[in-house]
């Protein structure tokens, strides 16, 4: 049996290829998965239980039916996911850093420490207080904010040097002392690699396309397989 695990496929709908891949997937391994983590940004975007549970029965159908575990850590697009979600889907939603046997989860942004209005800014829009306003406002005013935010997004990264936006190896090793022997599992940058350090080991998951996904693999031995 094995544990999977996958990030980054910022899912849409269930009209979403990469949607209907996962499914497929999924129901392909029922009896060879033991578990399964999702290490953030599972969805594009998610703008409360309330309006986005709607875009993705089949999705959640899924999950809910599925013969083994499923946990979710939130990622900077889906920190929004809530019990309403996780009752639904009956998946559980974990919080970060999750150590698991010899691995440490995370999303892996807390990492991006160079990008310092990246930072400032998710604090304050991951605050409660601004979640509690968010998901106070009506649909198509918690939709039209969630584009401009997205617009925004996409205009200030395409003039941010490239390295800005990947992990800080100080920021990752001063994390790491404290879970020595520890491999770290994160996502985020979208950058799939086994990196070998010389005090631990981090693997850095990829993203998925319309086309293929990826997924770590652990059982006796740690390897990426392709989803197609």
């Keep these: 049996m094995n544990t999977l695990i996958i990030s980054d496929l910022h899912l849409s709908s269930d009209e979403d290829k990469k949607t209907l891949l996962l499914i497929d997937f999924l129901n392909q391994q029922q009896n060879t998965i033991q578990q399964l983590f999702i290490l953030g940004d599972l969805f594009n975007v998610w703008l409360g239980d309330d309006i986005s549970i709607q875009l993705f029965p089949k999705l959640i159908h899924t999950f ?71 998901l106070s406002l009506p649909k198509i005013i918690r939709q039209k904010i969630a584009v401009f935010l997205r617009e925004k997004s996409t205009i200030s990264n395409q003039k941010k040097p490239t390295f800005i936006m990947d992990i800080n190896q100080q920021s990752v090793n001063k994390f790491m002392s404290k879970y020595p022997n520890k491999t770290l599992i994160h996502g985020h940058t979208h950058k799939q690699k086994i990196h070998k350090n010389p005090s631990f080991k981090r693997i850095v998951l990829g993203d998925w396309n319309n086309t293929k996904g990826n997924a770590l693999i652990l059982n006796d031995e740690i390897k990426f397989i392709e989803i197609s």
Excluded: M, W
């Design 64 to 134: 809910k039916n599925s013969s083994f575990p499923i946990y979710i850590i939130r990622g900077n697009r889906d920190f929004l996911l809530d019990k309403k979600f996780a009752k639904l889907s009956n998946t559980t939603l974990i919080k970060e850093p999750y150590v698991f046997e010899d691995f440490v989860l995370l999303h892996g942004d807390s990492f991006c420490t160079d990008d310092i209005k990246y930072q400032q800014f998710k604090k304050i829009i991951q605050s409660p207080i601004t979640k509690k306003i968010f």
